[in-house]
């Protein structure tokens, strides 16, 4: 599938609810421009998250004002200003809708497939453009269809929630997910009803486990489980804007030894779920207990400390399938000074247990 089509359809997701909004502000359409401020054409996109996030909005508001389709928006909403509203009117305002939506696409390719941003394209997470990285350019040059296929792969990727996508080359697998999501949406997973907390939403390896705990937990894991094991992924992680710096793409091989040794042994799952399990009473134990005597700030420092070592110890699980026992070590005593200080009651055990699993 090209990029263009793969930009079809996500716009496809959204154009829907957009002509209903339009349908309903062309009763009060007095000026032109005052309906086309109305209209945001930024949203055809932002219904996936990541997408939404890699795009240059601002540059692509600018452009669009250009395209011949606004234009010819901005004259036929002129005319029917001033006359009633004709049924063969909103059918040629949605076509003109349409057809800017084809030029915004030709606009974002024509920005991927820039082979002269250096380390830049903001469709590949994890890399900055040569002037916001002076010190770590080397010299890295992408060709066209690279930066296509990058661009593909972010997005066809399906998203875990805001911040992190996942995808395979894999069309089975693409398929399977894609019939895990409700409703009409083929994009988005909601996080709440994967069971990631707001915590582990914020690093895409937490985020992975989570969600691959998740799908072991269905009736109907065996096949999705099963192709996982052979499928590399391609993760995807863009918290936002602002931290430009955290964007990541991640390579993961095979997980066939992860899955077989951590998932499908019902002992070693339950410890990794109860590993999973003290981590989160930390975090709520450390909150109410900092709150009581005016600490907050001081806990969300020491839960930022458990939440990166482990990430790491969800890193080294998925790549390696064995423990990071440095970083099972400093939650440990990060929790054991939180105890201390806050008087707080959580059983550190499960953090012994999974130890002994290390290999």
């Not at 939404?52 to 010819?72: C, Q, T, V, W």
């Not at 894999?170 to 990631?196: C, T, V």
């Not at 600490?295 to 790491?312: D, Q, R």
Request: contains cysteine; proline residues 3%; glycine residues 4%.
């Amino acid at each position: 599938m090209s990029v263009r089509n793969c930009l079809r359809e996500i716009i496809n997701e959204s154009i829907g609810e957009l002509h209903s909004k339009i349908e309903k502000e062309l009763g009060n359409v007095k000026e032109a421009k005052d309906f086309l401020k109305k209209i945001k054409f930024n949203d055809l996109f932002k219904v996936h998250p990541l997408l939404g996030k890699s795009i240059d909005f601002g540059n692509l508001a600018r452009n669009i004002k250009k395209f011949e389709p606004y234009k010819k928006l901005e004259e036929k909403l002129k005319e029917v200003s001033e006359r009633k509203i004709r049924p063969e009117d909103i059918n040629e305002i949605r076509k003109l809708i349409e057809d800017l939506a084809e030029d915004a696409i030709d606009w974002l390719i024509r920005q991927w497939s820039d082979t002269k941003a250096g380390l830049r394209p903001i469709h590949a997470p994890g890399s900055v453009s040569r002037d916001e990285a002076r010190n770590l350019y080397f010299g890295e040059k992408y060709t066209k269809e690279m930066l296509e296929d990058l661009a593909k792969k972010l997005c066809r990727s399906i998203a875990l929630g805001n911040n992190v996508g996942i995808y395979s080359e894999d069309e089975e697998f693409m398929r399977e997910l894609k019939q895990l999501i409700p409703g009409f949406s083929s994009i988005r997973l909601d996080p709440k009803e994967l069971g990631i907390s707001k915590y582990e939403a914020r690093h895409p390896y937490a985020t992975l486990l989570s969600f691959i705990l998740w799908l072991s937990s269905r009736d109907s894991s065996d096949s999705i489980l099963n192709i996982l094991k052979t499928s590399p992924l391609v993760l995807f992680f863009v918290p936002s804007r602002e931290e430009r710096e955290k964007w990541k793409t991640i390579g993961l091989p095979r997980l066939d030894f992860f899955v077989n040794y951590w998932i499908l042994n019902d002992k070693n799952r339950e410890k990794l779920e109860d590993l999973r399990k003290l981590i989160k009473d930390f975090i709520n134990n450390a909150r109410t207990g900092a709150k009581r005597k005016g600490e907050t700030k001081k806990a969300e420092n020491m839960i930022e400390l458990v939440m990166k070592y482990y990430e790491s110890i969800c890193q080294k699980l998925l790549e390696h399938g064995n423990l990071d026992l440095y970083s099972v070590r400093r939650i440990i005593e990060i929790a054991t000074e939180a105890i201390a200080i806050w008087d707080l009651k959580i059983n550190l055990k499960p953090l012994g247990s999974i130890a002994l699993n290390s290999t």
